[in-house]
């Protein structure tokens, strides 16, 4: 009899994310039974070592008889994860993702998994490290997870997976996928990929050594790298699956810039203080809501998140 809202979990990919989930399901629900795959059997072997879930020979054997089955794999190998797992799916389980773009994974799962049960999920959380040793039970806490479940999902599979997540220590929020893809395409891909820019073009100046980049970091490049160093199978397929948002917060931010390149060619310095005034509010404001920490490094010490 398990203490959640479903009795057996699977977990499909053990990164980050996966063995989080591992780890906070065996803190918040300890009668849930949970069984994991990854397509690497040496994150397979390490991921039995660490104990973090029954690890199966395949993907399928790691769903059958699983009443959820996540799948924690990057949304570009959705498709293929969810009909490697099909052959070990009860009729009535259901099936969720943790990725960062929702409408083509929506898409991709319903065509893998047709007749199923399909609810995707976003839990806005994570650190730049990866693989089978990166995850913990904490990684949840007071963090968002949005669901975007399909028009016609059964409100009870919903309130379920809502369960789970609160279970779990995260804020639930459910939302259309387009408008979860236009909100995370500003707040979180846009973000890396101006890390991934700015990082890139330090290493490529011709007048600043790399070992120089390196040695004068300041914090606010410090903090670029630590964005920048997130995993690239990941973000390559994110900005690949949710161009189209991408693409029109990338205009957006390319007038913002122009704009700023204005103001600072023309000794505009009002119009600098009023922007760097705006963005310090909205800074404060994000800490206010317990989304990070006021502490210096962010109080990211400890796990370095």
């Known amino acids: 009899m398990s203490d959640g809202p479903f009795s057996h979990v699977a977990l499909i990919g053990l990164g980050l994310l996966g063995s989080s989930l591992a780890h906070a399901i065996r803190a918040h629900l300890p009668a849930t039974h949970v069984t994991g795959y990854d397509a690497d059997s040496a994150v397979r072997a390490r991921a039995e ?15 059958r008889g699983a009443g959820l ?27 969720s993702d943790v990725g960062s773009s929702k409408q083509s994974v929506a898409k991709a799962l319903a065509a893998a998994l047709p007749g199923h049960t399909v609810i995707p999920a976003h839990p806005v959380a994570g650190t730049e490290r990866s693989g089978p040793d990166a995850g ?5 806490h007071n963090r968002w997870c949005i669901l975007t479940p399909p028009a016609d999902a059964d409100p009870a599979q919903v309130a379920r997976l ?18 979860h893809d236009l909100v995370l395409a500003i707040t979180s891909h846009l973000p890396h990929l101006i890390a991934y820019t700015i990082v890139g073009t330090a290493s490529d100046l011709e007048a600043v050594t790399r070992s120089e980049v390196i040695k004068f970091s300041a914090g606010g490049f410090r903090d670029f ?26 205009q957006r ?30 800074r404060r404001s994000i800490i ?7 502490r210096p490094d962010f109080g990211r010490a400890d796990h370095g998140d």
Request: hydrophobic content about 55%.
């Open 49 to 63: 070592e660490l104990g973090l879930a029954v690890i199966a020979a395949d993907p399928a054997e790691a769903a």
């Open 288 to 294: 206010a809501e317990g989304q990070d920490d006021a």
């Open 225 to 250: 790298t630590r964005i920048a160093a997130s995993d690239p199978t990941m973000w390559r397929d994110v900005f690949l699956t949710n161009k189209d948002a991408v693409l029109e917060m990338l």
């Open 69 to 95: 089955v996540i799948l924690c794999v990057p949304v570009g190998a959705m498709a293929d994860a969810a009909a490697a797992l099909a052959p070990g799916l009860a009729s009535d389980a259901v099936i």
């Open 162 to 179: 809502e369960a789970f997540w609160a279970a779990l220590g995260a804020n639930v929020e459910t939302m259309d996928a387009a408008h």
């Open 136 to 140: 913990f039970a904490t990684l949840f």
């Open 253 to 282: 931010f390319t007038e913002d810039l122009t704009a700023l390149q204005r103001a600072i060619r023309w000794d505009d310095g009002d119009a600098l203080f009023e922007l760097f005034s705006k963005t310090r509010t909205i």
